[in-house]
T-cell receptor, first 109, second 122 residues
Framework: EIVLTQSPGTLSLSPGERATLSCRASQSVSSSYLAWFQQKPGQPPRLLIYGASIRATGIPDRFSGSGSGTDFTLTISRLEPEDFAVYYC??????????FGGGTKVEIK | QVQLQQSGPGLVKPSQTLSVTCAISGDSVSTNSAGWNWIRQSPSRGLEWLGRTYYRSKWYNDYAEFVKSRITINPDTSKNQFSLKLDSVTPEDTAVYYCARGWGSGWYLGIWGRGTLVTVSS
């Protein structure tokens, strides 16, 4: 089973600042099958990025994903008020189980 | 567009069976291009993928090892829905249960149900 470790646990930033979130896998993620989700209280996770770097439909271009192998990054170029939330990475593909990271909370400083 | 509507009881007694259903609109449970997943979330355990069902000329299931002995995911083609059953529940199974569609290359989870809070308590 691939274990995903996200860091930092909490990121305290101001609107307009840049956010950089990390997701490290215990073994290589095949075909870059790595997704990023945003979750707000009382809502299901919302897909932001799949294939490590492909924005999902309707996701603003201030969100970008990068990385391959075992190291992946989600970058929010300029934080908007609605971006303060919890972010999760997940590995998926043909070989279950499809594990999630523990999450990074982006909070207002 | 594809939507997933969840239903099921919010309270289950210990040792009983948890059951949640996910009704699909805008797609077919029998499609060859998607998989139908269950995920749960609790404060203590975070997000956990539980399993999936999918159709490729016949029905297949994949289950997470930690629930494999207790879980059943079944499609219902007559109602275009799929269901989760988890046997012999304990308070540790208290969580929000989500259904989600896996689609596209690798079947990323692009569409989610709104979630069903299931509490295991006597």
């Amino acid at each position: 089973e691939i274990v995903l470790t996200q860091s930092p646990g909490t990121l305290s930033l101001s609107p307009g600042e840049r956010a950089t979130l990390s997701c490290r896998a215990s073994q290589s993620v095949s075909s870059s099958y790595l997704a990023w989700f945003q979750q707000k209280p009382g809502q299901p996770p919302r897909l932001l990025i799949y294939g490590a770097s492909i924005r999902a439909t309707g996701i603003p271009d201030r969100f970008s994903g990068s990385g391959s192998g075992t190291d992946f990054t989600l970058t929010i170029s300029r934080l908007e008020p609605e971006d303060f939330a919890v972010y999760y990475c997940q590995q998926y593909g043909s070989s279950p189980p499809f594990t999630f990271g523990g999450g990074t909370k982006v909070e207002i400083k | 567009q594809v939507q997933l509507q969840q239903s099921g009881p919010g309270l289950v007694k210990p040792s009983q069976t948890l059951s949640v259903t996910c009704a699909i609109s805008g797609d077919s449970v029998s499609t060859n291009s998607a998989g139908w997943n269950w995920i749960r979330q609790s404060p203590s355990r975070g997000l956990e993928w539980l399993g999936r069902t999918y159709y490729r000329s016949k029905w297949y299931n994949d289950y997470a090892e930690f629930v494999k002995s207790r879980i059943t995911i079944n499609p219902d083609t007559s109602k275009n829905q799929f269901s989760l059953k988890l046997d012999s529940v304990t308070p540790e199974d208290t969580a929000v249960y989500y259904c989600a569609r896996g689609w596209g290359s690798g079947w990323y989870l692009g569409i989610w149900g709104r979630g069903t809070l299931v509490t295991v308590s006597s």
